[in-house]
């Protein structure tokens, strides 16, 4: 396994700067407001996971053509149209510790550019030339619009199960990283046990993402998350921690984050911590999430030995033990 100083993208480097290249040139628009915040979301900082996963399952499979390139950087404009999409809703300030794009432009502007980039990514996965992987982008982006609706219905809503929790932090997260790992043995012309093997592999990954991702809400700070502590409580978001304190704390605990949630906003955001902690709720998400790393890490048994599954296996590591 790579040390802890190893770059997660370090074995396809000339691959991950085709991309960043290929993304700034399918910004182009003769409207100077669309490259302005397509630019502006794009070069906010960010790992860019969901493309990188592409580039190093098709490598990991012996994919040889250049085809992931462009399969990778319409996968990243996918998930940059969704966070367009996403800050609007929530009515969010900061992302990765930088103003959002609504907070220095219209909300409907975002929103317009949201749509621009979704679109850009259709053409682009015509020119991909594999009818399989339209298909199922095309299904991705159906799921994800989804998910973000039934979060939507779920804000400020303490009766939703643990169940329904994972529903929508698949559909919103994990599958668009499926996707993205699925589309890319399909491109690398894996065997079927391959191809089921990956989209599994992108789907707990995923998981194991958000569920980390929304610890963090309640055990992280801004200087490093890039976002505030509480941000999901303030918009009434009944995430993992809070439903487990829910189920484990006393009536009057229960009762008190209820109301949380309800009201939104950060007036309960002590006492809530306190019974956050108190119940275990943080240990419970983050055993969620290596439960979920886990299973990635055996997904990728359909794989021979590569510094690319190398990166993959990395990969389940870092999600678990990340601080923004």
Same mark, same amino acid.
């Given at each position: 396994?790579p040390?802890?100083?190893?770059s997660?993208?370090?074995?396809?480097?000339?691959?991950f700067?085709?991309?960043?290249?290929?993304?700034?040139r399918?910004c182009?628009s003769?409207v100077?407001?669309v490259?302005?915040?397509a630019?502006?979301?794009?070069?906010?900082?960010?790992?860019?996971?969901r493309p990188?996963l592409a580039l190093?399952?098709?490598?990991?499979?012996g994919y040889?053509?250049?085809?992931?390139l462009?399969?990778?950087?319409?996968?990243?404009?996918?998930?940059?149209?969704t966070l367009?999409?996403d800050?609007v809703v929530d009515?969010?300030?900061l992302r990765?510790?930088?103003?959002?794009?609504n907070?220095q432009?219209?909300?409907?502007?975002?929103?317009?550019?949201?749509?621009?980039?979704?679109?850009?990514s259709f053409?682009?996965m015509v020119?991909?030339g594999?009818?399989?992987?339209m298909?199922?982008?095309a299904?991705?982006?159906c799921?994800l619009a989804?998910?973000?609706?039934?979060?939507?219905?779920n804000?400020?809503?303490p009766?939703?199960?643990?169940?329904?929790?994972?529903?929508?932090?698949y559909a919103?997260?994990a599958?668009?990283?499926? =996707?993205?790992?699925?589309?890319?043995a399909?491109?690398a012309?894996?065997?079927?046990?391959?191809?089921?093997?990956?989209r599994e592999?992108?789907?707990?990954l995923?998981?194991?993402f958000q569920l980390i991702?929304d610890?963090?809400?309640?055990?992280?700070d801004a200087?490093?998350?890039?976002?505030n502590? =509480?941000d999901d409580?303030?918009?009434?978001k009944?995430?993992?921690?809070?439903?487990?304190?829910?189920?484990? =704390?006393?009536?009057e605990?229960?009762?008190l984050?209820r109301?949380?949630i309800r009201?939104?906003?950060?007036?309960?955001l002590?006492a809530v911590?306190?019974i956050?902690?108190k119940?275990?709720?943080l240990d419970?998400?983050?055993e969620?999430?290596r439960?979920c790393?886990?299973?990635?890490?055996?997904?990728?048994?359909?794989?021979?030995?590569?510094?690319?599954?190398?990166?993959?296996?990395?990969l389940?590591?870092?999600?678990?033990?990340?601080?923004?």
């Amino acid at each position: 396994m790579p040390s802890g100083t190893f770059s997660i993208h370090a074995v396809v480097a000339d691959d991950f700067a085709a991309v960043n290249q290929l993304i700034i040139r399918e910004c182009s628009s003769q409207v100077p407001l669309v490259e302005k915040i397509a630019h502006h979301i794009i070069d906010s900082g960010g790992k860019r996971l969901r493309p990188l996963l592409a580039l190093l399952t098709a490598r990991a499979l012996g994919y040889q053509g250049d085809k992931h390139l462009l399969l990778a950087a319409l996968i990243e404009f996918m998930h940059t149209s969704t966070l367009l999409h996403d800050d609007v809703v929530d009515e969010s300030s900061l992302r990765r510790g930088k103003p959002t794009a609504n907070s220095q432009w219209s909300n409907q502007s975002c929103v317009l550019v949201g749509d621009f980039l979704y679109s850009r990514s259709f053409v682009m996965m015509v020119r991909v030339g594999s009818m399989e992987i339209m298909d199922i982008l095309a299904k991705v982006t159906c799921v994800l619009a989804e998910g973000e609706v039934m979060q939507l219905t779920n804000v400020r809503n303490p009766k939703i199960t643990e169940e329904q929790y994972r529903q929508v932090i698949y559909a919103k997260t994990a599958k668009l990283f499926e =996707g993205a790992t699925q589309t890319a043995a399909v491109l690398a012309k894996a065997t079927p046990e391959q191809q089921e093997a990956l989209r599994e592999y992108g789907a707990q990954l995923g998981l194991a993402f958000q569920l980390i991702d929304d610890l963090l809400d309640y055990e992280g700070d801004a200087a490093t998350m890039g976002k505030n502590v =509480g941000d999901d409580l303030a918009e009434g978001k009944p995430t993992l921690p809070l439903i487990y304190a829910m189920q484990k =704390g006393t009536e009057e605990e229960a009762l008190l984050i209820r109301q949380a949630i309800r009201k939104g906003g950060l007036d309960q955001l002590d006492a809530v911590l306190d019974i956050v902690r108190k119940t275990g709720a943080l240990d419970y998400t983050r055993e969620q999430a290596r439960i979920c790393s886990e299973a990635a890490k055996t997904c990728l048994d359909v794989l021979p030995a590569s510094p690319y599954k190398e990166t993959l296996l990395l990969l389940t590591d870092m999600a678990l033990g990340r601080k923004s």
